[in-house]
């Protein structure tokens, strides 16, 4: 069973900054992919970020491309998403969830944990 703890939603203005966290506990794999989704009210659940647990590679969705950056620390078992320059339409419920596919992957269905989201609300 592997836990995720999301926290450090808000509500910002346009061009604000936030860092979200995702704390992992439980039984954790070194092979596991780490990713960011977020649902605005009305929407289908949509990839923003991912990254491999140990390799560092990462992928990113177009639409965030320049402005986010995930990134994870080994000894405290977290996963970060800065988010920067931010914008109304990043307005959402912010996921995160780990995959044990065997590649970095942006499918919702191919991500096996997650956890209750945090609320990034932008205004303009």
């Known amino acids: 069973q592997v836990l995720l703890v999301e926290s450090g939603g808000g509500l910002v203005q346009t061009g604000d900054s936030l860092r979200l966290s995702c704390a992992v506990s439980?039984?954790?794999?070194?092979?596991?992919?780490m990713g960011w989704f977020r649902q605005a009210p009305g929407k289908e659940r949509e990839f923003v970020a991912a990254?491999?647990?140990?390799?560092?590679?990462?992928v990113y969705a177009d639409s965030v491309k320049g402005r986010f950056t995930i990134s994870r620390d080994n000894a405290k078992n977290t996963v970060y998403l800065q988010m920067n320059s931010l914008k109304p339409e990043d307005t959402a419920l912010y996921y995160c969830?780990?995959?044990?596919?065997?590649?970095?992957?942006?499918?919702?269905?191919?991500?096996?944990?997650w956890g209750q989201g945090t609320q990034v609300t932008v205004s303009s």
């Open positions: 439980g039984r954790t794999f070194s092979s596991y992919s």
């Open positions: 990254m491999t647990w140990t390799a560092s590679n990462t």
């Open positions: 969830a780990a995959s044990r596919f065997p590649r970095i992957t942006t499918g919702v269905a191919l991500y096996d944990y």
